[in-house]
């Protein structure tokens, strides 16, 4: 059961990452129609919002993950409030150091910051520490965060409990509920991914304060940033489906998910691939060993393929011919799904080496990525927003937001990756302020993903509203 002090903290979690998360859309937009020159933008300042854009949205969702399994959990297990509000405390400073390190610093490196990018300042020089100083604040919180709710669920299971090995034979004598099982996993990960964020930035401090003695290994360096980068941004994923096993039963007024042998099995899979299936991003990076590049291909399907196979399972299980009640949570977990799902198979075809060749660095890899995320992430973390807020408020689940809005959703959000898609097909290059001039004719893509985005955007604004109300009912709770 929640606290009180719990719901205040999960409720201005939700509030801040509404917030930002509108902001970020608005960045996104921005460089959509400078892309589609409706606007001009310079390109120092198309960069610093494509960093700031980047970084926001990872960063903002995995905070939700975070926020929501942790309320999550208290159903099992008492987790200490405060290490929500020390990570928010933190998570607030370090925005503040990477905006103003981008805003006012001009630091335009990307999210991904590859080595040795941030050494070759194109922007006051002071907004490179700044950024790695901002990075390393924001990475303590989270580990802290990270760690102290894997340190409670240890408490009550053994390791072995929680990833859910007894299940592996028949009559196991405790039950791993999926919300232990998922979080745990997706915490682990995200606790490796975190320590390596730490060992890179190190390094880069390593080189920064060594005055030209020292320098590091780029392919080292990028090998690690690609580890942290897609690892978190794939964990946060999980988070999210850690929610839906927990409330979409429940909320379809259903019997609860059970851990299964085969549902243990395809997430301890994704425990394993996860954190090497990121040598996918390194193709192209001809000194890498070739056993490596092919690790990132298999990895990246045995990664990704059995949690889908199982959880698309038990979701067509639970809706199939069965009476639910499709409240809006229900409703976008089952789109985030969707969204997962076809982000997912857009990513295999670019991790699949042969086709990589082609597809490496297009529009096709924002496409896959937004797809899974704007359309599968989000949609999860809302769903738990929309159920959480209704919780708040003691009202039923599925009152307060009509369901047109849905569609407006779904239009703009599949319509704004189909522009990217469409792009990455034509080979058109990710990561240009404006598209090269071989591609000149083909503008009209950036402009009409623009306005598709502006669709989903209202779509967002409304769900904002609507829970906006209910959140902040908490605060004048007794
Ligand atoms: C409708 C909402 C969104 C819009 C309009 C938008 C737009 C964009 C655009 C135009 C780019 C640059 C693409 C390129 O040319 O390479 C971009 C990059 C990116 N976006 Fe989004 N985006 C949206 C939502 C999201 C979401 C939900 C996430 C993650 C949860 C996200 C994460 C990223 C990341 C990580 C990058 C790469 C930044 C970099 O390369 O440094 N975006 N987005």
Redesign the pocket.
């Known amino acids: 059961m929640a606290s009180i002090s719990l719901k205040r903290i999960t409720s201005t979690w939700i509030i801040t990452v509404m917030v930002l998360f509108v902001i970020?859309?608005l960045f996104?937009?921005t460089?959509?129609f400078n892309?589609g020159k409706l606007i001009q933008i310079s390109p120092t300042s198309f960069y610093s919002i494509?960093?700031v854009?980047?970084l926001t949205?990872?960063g903002i969702?995995s905070v939700a993950g975070l926020a929501a399994i942790h309320y999550l959990l208290s159903r099992y297990l008492s987790i200490p409030t405060s290490i929500s509000v020390f990570a928010f405390i933190f998570t607030v400073l370090g925005v503040v150091m990477l905006w103003s390190s981008a805003f006012i610093g001009e630091f335009h490196a990307?999210?991904?910051f590859l080595y040795p990018l941030p050494f070759k300042v194109a922007w006051k020089s002071w907004a490179t520490p700044l950024f790695l100083s901002g990075l390393a604040v924001l990475g303590v919180a989270w580990l802290v965060w990270s760690v102290g709710i894997l340190y409670q669920i240890l408490k009550k299971y053994t390791i072995t409990q929680t990833l859910g090995w007894q299940h592996f034979s028949t009559n196991p004598s405790i039950e791993t509920p999926p919300l232990i099982l998922i979080s745990t996993v997706s915490l682990i990960g995200i606790i490796v991914c975190l320590l390596s964020a730490v060992v890179l930035l190190v390094l880069f401090f390593a080189e920064y304060f060594s005055n030209g003695a020292y320098s590091n290994d780029p392919l080292l360096m990028k090998n690690i940033t690609y580890f942290f980068g897609h690892t978190i941004a794939n964990e946060t994923l999980y988070l999210g489906l850690a929610s839906l096993y927990e409330l979409m039963p429940e909320i379809s007024k259903k019997p609860k998910f059970k851990t299964t042998w085969y549902v243990a099995l395809a997430w301890n899979c994704t425990l394993v691939f996860i954190l090497t299936a990121f040598f996918h991003h390194l193709y192209m990076d001809f000194v890498q060993p070739l056993g490596f590049q092919m690790i990132g291909q298999l990895a990246s399907y045995f990664a990704s393929l059995p949690a889908a196979a199982v959880t698309a399972f038990s979701v067509a299980v639970l809706v199939y011919k069965n009476q639910i009640r499709w409240s809006l949570s229900n409703i976008l977990f089952f789109l985030g799904v969707m969204g997962w799902i076809i982000g997912g198979i857009g990513a295999l075809i670019d991790a699949t080496i042969s086709n990589n060749i082609i597809l490496h660095n297009t529009?096709w890899v924002?496409a896959h990525?937004?797809t899974y995320?704007?359309m599968g992430?989000?949609l999860f973390s809302l769903a738990f927003f929309v159920w959480v807020a209704n919780d708040f408020s003691d009202l039923p689940v599925d009152s307060g937001i009509p369901k047109f809005i849905i569609s407006l959703l779904v239009l703009g959000g599949f319509g704004?990756v189909l522009m990217f898609y469409l792009g990455g097909a034509m080979s058109i290059p990710?990561?240009?302020a404006l598209y090269p001039p071989e591609f000149n004719n083909l503008s009209w893509l950036a402009t009409l993903g623009?306005w598709f985005?502006v669709v989903?955007?209202i779509s967002i604004l409304f769900i904002f509203f609507t829970i906006l109300k209910k959140c902040l009912k908490v605060f004048s709770a007794s």
């Open positions: 970020a859309i996104g937009i460089m959509r892309q494509m960093t854009h980047g949205m990872i969702w990307g999210w991904t529009l924002p990525f937004h995320n704007a992430n989000v704004f990710r990561r240009f623009g985005a989903y955007l």
